[in-house]
């Protein structure tokens, strides 16, 4: 996000609606998770189960329609995203299998390193193993790659497009369920 939007006021406007428009797409399939600690949210993870993806183009057209709204805060950097996000969707399109799709996950700073974000994962996980079904995600964080591998992700291709920073797409085979620990 600091790419596409540079500013911080502009960024933390833009990331209600960017953030939105994916957990408005995904409530349909009562796959958003959140990780509480008391009263306040502090992380979540927006799933798409298999066969939401790629979305059908009521769904898509909704989706974009949704993100429109803050595309000015985008400005100059308009055309390097949409070549990012072509790519993205390239990529993601020759997963061919059924599969679980991570379309986000974030925790509060604040409460990372706390097991919340292994926590969102877990339940999907656990299904996507005793279903047989590999899942995926993109993630534009090279510091990210361990965490998500020691959670079973392998990197299946780097993601780059002229004038934007790299991207990672991964995937996670489904673990047998009878050799993983109780």
Known sequence: MT????DPISQARALLTFMAA???DAER?????????????????????PG???????????????EMRSMHRIGSRIP?????????DRVHKRMTLPHW????LGCDPAWQGQGHGSALLGPVLQRADEDGVPAYLETQKEDNLPWYRRHG???????????CPKMWAMRRDPRDPEQLPP
């Open 153 to 163: 992700f392998e990197v299946v291709q780097e993601i780059s497009a002229r004038g």
């Open 3 to 6: 790419f596409l939007v540079p």
């Open 22 to 24: 994916p957990v408005i």
């Open 52 to 66: 939401a993806y790629p979305r059908g183009t009521r769904r898509e057209t909704s989706s974009v329609l949704r």
């Open 101 to 104: 799709y991570l379309v986000l």
């Open 80 to 88: 390097a995203s949409l070549r990012l996000y072509g790519k993205i």
């Open 29 to 49: 399939f009562q796959e958003v998770w959140t990780a509480s600690v008391g009263d306040s949210v502090v992380g979540a993870a927006v799933w798409l189960p």
